[in-house]
């Protein structure tokens, strides 16, 4: 059974930091390209970051630009997202999910093209 499970998730003050992990179970992490998602309430899910199979290239929604870093160790079966210099507007759920690819490089931020998904952490960015 494939399992993907999300921590790092709580309460921060603005420009705090935060490192989101994905624990992956059930299958090799290392033929999934890794997206984290966030859905924040009344807004519509989106892609936030995106890691491929090999790592070697990665993709970012331009608010998290420069402030969010993705990373994997496929040795430990997990992907990391280090949120930094955090705003109230990136207060959500955040949820990661798998994409089987074996393009090395593929990335994407397309919700829909998900084969697994976590049940999501919840962070909430306040003074």
């Not at 705090?16 to 519509?44: H, M, N």
Request: aromatic share 12%; glycine share 10%.
């Amino acid at each position: 059974q494939v399992q993907l499970v999300e921590s790092g998730g709580g309460l921060v003050q603005p420009g705090g930091s935060l490192r989101l992990s994905c624990a992956v179970s059930g299958v090799k992490v290392d033929y999934y390209a890794i997206t984290w998602f966030r859905q924040a309430p009344g807004k519509e899910r989106e892609g936030v970051s995106c890691v491929s199979t090999s790592g070697s290239n990665t993709l970012y929604e331009d608010s998290v630009k420069g402030r969010f870093t993705i990373s994997r160790d496929n040795a430990k079966n997990t992907v990391y997202l280090e949120m930094n210099s955090l705003k109230p507007e990136d207060a959500a759920v955040y949820y990661c999910a798998g994409y089987l690819t074996y393009d090395t490089d593929y990335v994407t931020l397309v919700h829909h093209m998900m084969d697994y998904w976590g049940k999501g952490t919840l962070v909430t960015v306040s003074s």
